[in-house]
């Protein structure tokens, strides 16, 4: 009798080749990719998206393209240890060109003119740069120069940068300032916690033909979280080691035993996220963020001027509408899936329209992008947000608290 037969399996479940169909949606990716969809809805669309090494980038991707709809246009670009030449012609042979042997002005020009033909066909761009922690700073330079390339009325490229986590590190260069201002959205994906790796154990199954979910025993989840750390290529290796030592012991179900007699096989120790130093140097971390990274605004939401919901916020962006991924999550007919982006920073809160199907509202007025101020009241639908700065309400306390102080000792 087979592996796969042994474990009524019609394919092997733990393969490490990237394959959509295996793909697990946890909250992280599903929000990963509606910010890879961004990119198709905004004109200037450039979003960075990184991960832990085996966290599912590349199948994310993959899963990415396999939807996109016949007026886009997309090159990949996985091999990233190039010249910035070298990264041009790379970009060119993947639209179609051969664009060897010319110099890189060349094929500047090349892709420009191919851009622009693109656009008055109706047609968009995407550039997805895989293992993009690889690039150096001249070719992420370069990127940053392509991605200006435009019409009279808006850019022409949308960009994806894919990469390991010193990708982040990378982009926080001074040289790379101006890059990262281009950037609309930045997210990273973490490991799974334990619920979702237990889903996606079970879906991975159930993919290759277990139709029970009663291969692995309960308390084979709590080895296998203790060892992988919700990392899915790590969760992959060993389950697939664990099934083949189930199999040679001729058992039936996947037990603690199991794993951890897989993890010796491998000669693994415990993930680190498990350790009590892993977790003393989190806390260490969070200790040094600056206070810019406190939550700075307030969201009040109402339905037909009933409270719903009450949210706080740091400084970054925040998504609004009705896809269970996003920050502020409107159920509502009315909210489009990924209705509007809210991006708070240092001179307080712009509120963009993400070409919903109804659009935002302020009063009567209907606005595309726009800065708010304390107690702006947005409408979406028969929702509506109320806008509050908390830095604003924090400087009014500063000051009550001043002009009090300067009473008494007045008095």
């Given at each position: 009798?087979?592996?796969?037969?042994?474990?009524?399996?019609?394919?092997?479940?733990?393969?490490?080749?990237?394959?959509?169909?295996?793909?697990?949606?946890?909250?992280?990716?599903?929000?990963?990719?509606?910010?890879?969809?961004?990119?198709?809805?905004?004109?200037?669309?450039?979003?960075?998206?990184?991960?832990?090494?085996?966290?599912?980038?590349?199948?994310?991707?993959?899963?990415?393209?396999?939807?996109?709809?016949?007026?886009?246009?997309?090159?990949?670009?996985?091999?990233?240890?190039?010249?910035?030449?070298?990264?041009?012609?790379?970009?060119?042979?993947?639209?179609?060109?051969?664009?060897?042997?010319?110099?890189?002005?060349?094929?500047?020009?090349?892709?420009?003119?191919?851009?622009?033909?693109?656009?008055?066909?109706?047609k968009k761009v995407v550039l997805i740069?895989?293992?993009?922690?690889?690039?150096?700073?001249?070719?992420?330079?370069?990127?940053?120069?392509?991605?200006?390339?435009?019409?009279?009325?808006?850019?022409?490229?949308?960009?994806?940068?894919?990469?390991?986590?010193?990708?982040?590190?990378?982009?926080?260069?001074?040289?790379?300032?101006?890059?990262?201002?281009?950037?609309?959205?930045?997210?990273?994906?973490?490991?799974?916690?334990?619920?979702?790796?237990?889903?996606?154990?079970?879906?991975?199954?159930?993919?290759?033909?277990?139709?029970?979910?009663?291969?692995?025993?309960?308390?084979?989840?709590?080895?296998?979280?203790?060892?992988?750390?919700?990392?899915?290529?790590?969760?992959?290796?060993?389950?697939?080691?664990?099934?083949?030592?189930?199999?040679?012991?001729?058992?039936?179900?996947?037990?603690?035993?199991?794993?951890?007699?897989?993890?010796?096989?491998?000669?693994?120790?415990?993930?680190?996220?498990?350790?009590?130093?892993?977790?003393?140097?989190?806390?260490?971390?969070?200790?040094?963020?600056?206070?810019?990274?406190?939550?700075?605004?307030?969201?009040?939401?109402?339905?037909?001027?009933?409270?719903?919901?009450?949210?706080?916020?740091?400084?970054?962006?925040?998504?609004?509408g009705r896809s269970p991924d996003n920050?502020?999550?409107?159920?509502?007919?009315?909210?489009?899936?990924?209705?509007?982006?809210?991006?708070?920073?240092?001179?307080?809160?712009?509120?963009?329209?993400?070409?919903?199907?109804?659009?935002?509202?302020?009063?009567?007025?209907?606005?595309?992008?726009?800065?708010?101020?304390?107690?702006?009241?947005?409408?979406?639908?028969?929702?509506?947000?109320?806008?509050?700065?908390?830095?604003?309400?924090?400087?009014?306390?500063?000051?009550?608290?001043?002009?009090?102080?300067?009473?008494?000792?007045?008095?």
């Amino acid at each position: 009798m087979s592996y796969l037969e042994h474990f009524r399996l019609s394919e092997q479940p733990f393969r490490l080749t990237p394959d959509p169909e295996f793909l697990y949606w946890s909250k992280q990716h599903a929000r990963a990719k509606a910010y890879m969809e961004s990119t198709i809805w905004l004109a200037d669309g450039f979003v960075v998206i990184t991960g832990e090494i085996g966290s599912g980038k590349t199948t994310l991707l993959q899963s990415f393209l396999s939807e996109l709809d016949d007026d886009v246009v997309y090159a990949v670009v996985s091999q990233t240890q190039l010249t910035p030449t070298q990264f041009l012609q790379a970009i060119l042979t993947e639209f179609g060109f051969k664009p060897f042997n010319k110099r890189k002005v060349e094929l500047l020009d090349m892709l420009n003119m191919f851009l622009i033909e693109q656009y008055s066909s109706g047609k968009k761009v995407v550039l997805i740069i895989d293992e993009a922690q690889n690039l150096s700073k001249k070719v992420l330079e370069e990127v940053r120069m392509i991605s200006g390339i435009e019409t009279h009325k808006e850019k022409v490229l949308r960009i994806i940068l894919a990469g390991q986590p010193e990708l982040k590190d990378t982009l926080e260069s001074d040289r790379l300032k101006q890059l990262v201002q281009r950037v609309r959205l930045r997210f990273h994906i973490g490991p799974l916690d334990r619920r979702e790796m237990r889903e996606y154990i079970e879906r991975r199954l159930a993919v290759a033909g277990r139709t029970e979910a009663d291969l692995f025993a309960d308390d084979s989840f709590d080895a296998i979280y203790r060892f992988s750390g919700g990392v899915p290529r790590l969760i992959n290796t060993l389950c697939d080691t664990a099934l083949l030592c189930t199999f040679a012991d001729e058992k039936e179900v996947v037990e603690a035993s199991d794993i951890i007699a897989a993890a010796a096989e491998l000669n693994w120790k415990e993930h680190e996220s498990n350790t009590g130093i892993y977790d003393q140097l989190r806390q260490l971390e969070m200790e040094r963020k600056p206070a810019s990274e406190s939550h700075v605004s307030r969201i009040e939401l109402r339905a037909d001027d009933e409270l719903v919901d009450v949210l706080t916020f740091p400084l970054g962006r925040v998504i609004v509408g009705r896809s269970p991924d996003n920050e502020i999550y409107i159920q509502s007919k009315f909210v489009s899936r990924h209705h509007a982006q809210l991006v708070s920073d240092e001179n307080g809160c712009v509120i963009e329209d993400l070409n919903s199907t109804n659009g935002v509202f302020l009063g009567e007025k209907q606005v595309k992008k726009y800065r708010l101020r304390n107690g702006d009241k947005i409408s979406l639908g028969i929702h509506e947000l109320t806008y509050y700065d908390l830095r604003q309400s924090d400087r009014f306390s500063e000051n009550s608290s001043s002009d009090q102080g300067s009473a008494v000792n007045e008095k």
